[in-house]
């Protein structure tokens, strides 16, 4: 398949640079099983789930990975965290006049960053002062890393609203956003309705916005992510299964872990990198449903949503998305997908390694 296959037109003016005003009055376009599409709030999630059904979400934390700082001759720099490896070093990608060398030092505040080395386009760095976790500076420091699309500066108000109400591990630098929806109220709602959820953790990383610059998407390399599915989410699966109900992951990022703990053919409890590349004629192991957000055109996420209800019917519903001006993107609207099988899509040479 190429990539202009999955292209579609999207008037700038739905890109949502800001999150409604609660997190759950968002749309809610449904496509069902038999490719129908449904205009619904997101309110009617509850509906949407059965009893006998299981959600997985993803409960990584947004860490504040943006920072503004410079180099000892003045110039700006603006530091994105990409991976931190430990207390005091980490990866990131670093914008400047000229890239910083390594054993240069950049300053942030009261603190000092050195240049320690870098591979392709990221660079690592460590706290010059090797008692003070980067951690600390963050916290100090730190900017919400919005994606590029919400092309604003991050306010205090993000650093609530770019954050699930769930988020427990931090690591991520863009929010699991299908997430962003769920409140303590229809949680509470779930409950009752006696549907069961459990959490896996992605840390997603910013090659999640990274544009694909291959014209045949199988040659595409994806980018590698840390996660962990621990065990009592494989013993939820199980039990869904038996009583007959539907795994339904939670975003994209739960896909990708519970897809990647299954490369045998059966979910297991695991942890480490993933780089699996999901899209038309992967075949899904372990999700039946999903909830997800709106993607962008050409993005690894829309042939992700296209290998579980089929590019034609995505880009269907995507068109009917424009048509009723849904919001799009990170704080846009949700969608629920239930798969469409279709026999006859070849089975996928995607990269399903570790």
């Known amino acids: 398949m190429r990539l202009s296959d999955f292209k579609f037109e999207l008037p700038d003016e739905l890109i949502a640079r800001y999150p409604a005003e609660q997190r759950d009055a968002s749309r809610l376009l ?26 997985i979400f993803n409960n990584t934390k947004v860490i504040p990975a943006r920072l503004l700082g410079s180099r000892e ?55 010059l002062d090797r008692s003070v976790p980067v951690m600390t500076v963050l916290e100090q420091h730190g900017h919400m890393p919005l994606p590029p699309y919400i092309d ?64 045949k998407i199988d040659e595409h390399q994806m980018h590698s992510e840390r996660f962990s599915v621990p065990e009592s989410v494989v013993e939820l699966v199980k039990a869904t299964r038996q009583r007959g109900g539907r795994v339904i992951a939670v975003g994209t990022t739960s896909v990708r872990c519970l897809e990647s703990a299954s490369l045998n053919g059966e979910l297991q409890a695991t942890s480490g990198d993933t780089d699996i590349f999901i899209y038309p004629g992967y075949r899904f192991k372990t999700i039946d449903a999903l909830i997800t957000n709106f993607h962008l055109p050409e ?27 849904y919001r799009f993107f990170s704080y846009g609207d949700a969608m629920f997908l239930e798969p469409q099988f279709l026999d006859s899509q070849p089975e996928s040479t995607a990269d399903d390694s570790l």
């Not at 599409?37 to 059904?53: K, T």
């Not at 603006?78 to 931190?84: A, F, K, P, Q, S």
């Open 299 to 325: 993005s690894t996420l829309i042939m992700l949503v296209s290998a579980l209800c089929g590019k034609d019917n995505i880009l269907k519903a995507y068109q009917h998305a424009v048509d009723n001006r």
């Open 30 to 55: 449904h496509l069902n099983a038999a490719a129908e599409i449904c205009d619904r709030q997101f309110s009617d999630i509850v509906d949407l789930v059965g009893s006998d059904d299981c959600l």
């Open 152 to 215: 604003r500066g991050d306010t205090a108000f993000d650093a609530e609203r770019y954050q699930t109400v769930y988020a427990k591990e931090s690591g991520a630098v863009a929010a699991p956003t299908a997430g962003l929806h769920f409140t303590g109220q229809v949680f509470e709602q779930l409950k009752r309705k006696g549907v069961a959820w459990d959490f896996v953790t992605l840390h997603v990383g910013s090659g999640t916005f990274a544009p694909v610059r291959v014209d």
């Open 73 to 127: 001759s003045g110039g700006k720099v603006e530091i994105l965290i990409e991976r931190v490896l430990d207390e005091c070093e980490f990866i990131a990608m670093v914008k400047a006049s000229n890239s910083p060398k390594p054993g240069s030092l950049i300053n942030v505040a009261d603190y000092q960053f050195e240049v320690t080395g870098r591979e392709g386009q990221f660079f690592k760095l460590s706290t």
